[in-house]
């Protein structure tokens, strides 16, 4: 799995960057809107995510870890492919995303090309508890934590609702320590 890339851009265009790698291999690499504004020199590093289907492998990029975990997190939710979530995240940055997310503002999203009704509403519900990891609040630690703690207790069988609620009230602040923290209350 490809989570990252360095090296020299031959070819910027908005939607993707030629990128030729220190091993002599030139990569086709998507990236948003904001990723590409942000790409000014020859010599990039950018995050990565790669996806591999049956007729393709696609390499996403980004400028910033934050707009990684948003663009992973959406194409997570059924129905949102890899070019809703980067057509997302050429609109929003994570901070207003966040707020978007959190204001559960659907006609903020239909604004996003290809995103009707029913697709942002259905994005809303699903997003519903993951507005402070994408904002980066709270500590990238913390948050990361917490996000680590959720899917892992989730993992095990716990409701999405439930796992947030009783991580909410949770003191710890390592990913080990709110998951024994959180199983303790939720086997009460």
């Known amino acids: 799995m490809i989570v ?3 090296g020299r851009v031959v070819k ?3 939607t993707h960057l030629h990128i030729l ?3 002599g291999l030139v990569y086709e690499v998507f990236v948003s809107l904001q990723t590409s504004a942000a790409v000014k020199e020859e010599k990039v590093s950018l995050y990565a995510t790669q996806i ?3 007729d393709a492998q696609q390499l996403y990029g980004f400028a910033d870890a934050l707009e990684k975990r948003m663009f992973d997190t959406l194409i997570k939710i059924n129905g949102v492919g890899p070019k809703v979530a980067l057509a997302i995240c ?4 994570p901070a207003t995303f ?3 997310v959190e204001a559960k503002d659907v006609a903020m999203l239909k604004r996003v090309p290809g995103i009707g009704p029913k697709s942002a509403g259905r994005i809303l519900v699903e997003l519903a508890g993951f507005s402070v990891e ?3 609040e709270g500590g990238a630690g913390s948050s990361q934590a917490r996000q680590e703690a959720a899917m892992a207790l989730e993992s095990l069988g716990f409701k999405k609702e439930q796992v947030e609620k009783v991580l909410s ?3 710890e602040a390592t990913t080990e320590g709110l998951v024994k923290e959180a199983l303790k209350k939720l086997s009460r």
């Open 90 to 93: 050429s609109t929003f940055s």
């Open 169 to 171: 009230a949770c003191q």
């Open 98 to 100: 966040a707020k978007v």
């Open 134 to 136: 994408l904002a980066g």
């Open 52 to 54: 591999v289907r049956e």
């Open 12 to 14: 910027k265009e908005p």
């Open 21 to 23: 790698t220190a091993g």
């Open 4 to 6: 990252g890339i360095v």
